[in-house]
């Protein structure tokens, strides 16, 4: 068990961080295009589409299928965590005061809370199904299960601490403010692998859970976040192609290294 807590909370904090190096380009005082955000943030659309799909849906229908044998009921079972890992994310979503960058700020009143949390409450409700997901990986199946998860959530985090760290300096704050902000955000996946890693290792038969619970929180994060975002300023091509390339490359990663 500790070496499969271990692994998760590595593998996730690994991913995490390269949310720090996808923002590097702000310090170096080149911000992309618009048209360049939105590719790579459907870039990121796809890594976690596939991801959710291949390396969490499809695991949790097999070992469903090994812990509550044939028939409706292991479909039954990962449908249902399914939508309440999506059911939980929009619980966050309701209840914990942040901004959106396009759509103005959700959630509970918050006026005395600085504007700089309102969008690290926002970017926190994105990574943190994304670490449970490495850390659900890499308990299910050792390096074999977490390692393309890590390898797909480290490049779709890239774009991520870029459109973040960008923002940000759009708001005001000095690059190497904005660059650290985004880099911060990222720590909150090593949590969430913590949390993911350990389910599984309390119990073989909260696998299928585990694994359909992180799969519908990540699926909820692309429909109500990150696919309406790249949607908004007439980028659609672009994103759709982003997305497309996101997907294909997940798919190969989790073939080669799975």
Known sequence: MGNTLLLGFLGSLIAGLLT????????????????????????AAGV?????????????????????SDGPVPAAIVCAAILLG????????????????????????AASLRRVWLFVFA???????????????????GLEGGMPLAIGIGLQNMPEGLAVAVALMGEGYSKWRSWSIAALTG?????????????????????????AFAAGAMLYVISHEIIPETHRCGHQKKATFGLAMGLVIMLFLDVWLG
């Open 48 to 68: 976690m589409l596939a991801a959710s799909f291949f390396s969490l849906i499809i695991p949790a229908l097999d070992a469903a299928e090994i812990y509550y």
């Open 123 to 141: 970017i926190t409700i994105h990574n943190l199904p994304e670490g449970m997901a490495v850390g659900v990986g890499f308990g299910a199946n």
């Open 187 to 211: 720590l909150i996946e090593p949590v969430g692998g913590l949390f993911g890693a350990s389910i599984v290792s309390v119990s073989q038969i909260l696998l299928p859970w585990g694994l």
């Open 86 to 109: 999506m059911g939980a994310i929009a619980l966050l979503n309701e209840h914990l005061p942040h901004e959106h960058f396009a759509q103005g700020r959700e959630g509970p009143e």
């Open 20 to 43: 720090a190096v996808g923002a590097l380009p702000v310090l170096l005082g080149k911000t992309p295009s618009r048209g360049f955000r939105d590719l790579a943030l459907g870039f």
